[in-house]
């Protein structure tokens, strides 16, 4: 059973393009979490979904951020118009529900240029 | 507010020496409190964790965790650090959401504590 899969595992892009950061869960598990972590930070909650749904955005940012869970293939978020504050390392986690472990993966490590 | 504090940003230790990471959480009614380790360049995995009953909760690769109410602190503990623990360490709580109550998913995490070790 494969871990939390996320790719690309690194990411460069010029200052206004667009980044998509993919995320597949573990096996059976329905539910995904993202989060950033800028350098020397802890990792901070951006939004938290079901398939289908955004179940809680509230740590996502107002403008440029989205994301994403459809009901085949994996999660994206999405940070259109990139500028070189959103250079961080993205992680993703997936649980079976909303009151098991959660399980995250490697990280997409993305850098604004 | 709910917030995670850990004090020390980085800590050397001898190989074989004991450790304790310290953490500190801001909380409005009994917390769920984990540990996490990330080695570099990889993710973060789940060391303990703690929800209720016995306050000295037991995890992997002989790592400990104690809950102190009072103290309102999830203190980490080993007592022989091998050289391969090194590595950052987060402490977090479970977020407390009006909406939907929480998950294990959604944490606050602490700035985390960067161990090194000494051969």
């Known amino acids: 059973n494969a871990g939390v899969m996320q790719n690309p595992r690194h990411l460069v892009r010029r200052r206004g393009q667009e980044a998509r950061l993919r995320c597949s869960p573990m096996?059976?598990?329905?539910?995904v979490y993202w989060y950033r972590q800028l350098p020397e930070e802890g990792l901070k909650f951006m939004v938290y979904?079901?398939?289908?749904?955004?179940?809680?955005e509230s740590g996502m940012p107002k403008e440029r951020f989205s994301a994403e869970f459809p009901k085949e293939g994996p999660s994206i978020l999405r940070i259109q118009q990139v500028v070189r504050g959103d250079s961080a390392a993205y992680f993703c986690?997936?649980?079976?529900?909303?009151?098991?472990?959660?399980?995250f993966g490697q990280g997409t490590r993305l850098t604004v240029v | 507010a709910q917030s995670v504090t850990q004090p020390d940003i980085h800590i050397t230790v001898s190989e074989g020496a004991s450790l304790e990471l310290r953490c500190n959480y801001s909380?409005?009614?009994?917390?769920?409190l984990f540990w996490y380790v990330q080695s570099p360049g990889q993710g973060l995995q789940l060391l303990l964790k703690?929800?209720?009953?016995?306050?000295l909760v037991q995890g992997i690769k002989g790592f400990e965790a104690e809950f102190k109410r009072s103290q309102s602190s999830f203190n980490l503990r080993k007592p022989s650090v091998h050289w391969s623990d090194a590595a950052e360490y987060f402490c977090?709580?479970?977020?407390?959401?009006?909406?939907?109550?929480?998950?294990?998913?959604?944490?606050?995490f602490g700035k985390g504590t960067k161990l090194s070790v000494k051969p």
């Open positions: 909380y409005g009614a009994t917390p769920y």
């Open positions: 979904l079901q398939k289908e749904n955004i179940i809680d």
């Open positions: 703690y929800f209720s009953g016995d306050t």
């Open positions: 977090a709580v479970g977020a407390r959401v009006r909406s939907y109550g929480g998950s294990q998913g959604n944490l606050i």
């Open positions: 096996k059976g598990h329905s539910h």
């Open positions: 986690a997936s649980s079976s529900g909303m009151n098991t472990e959660a399980f």
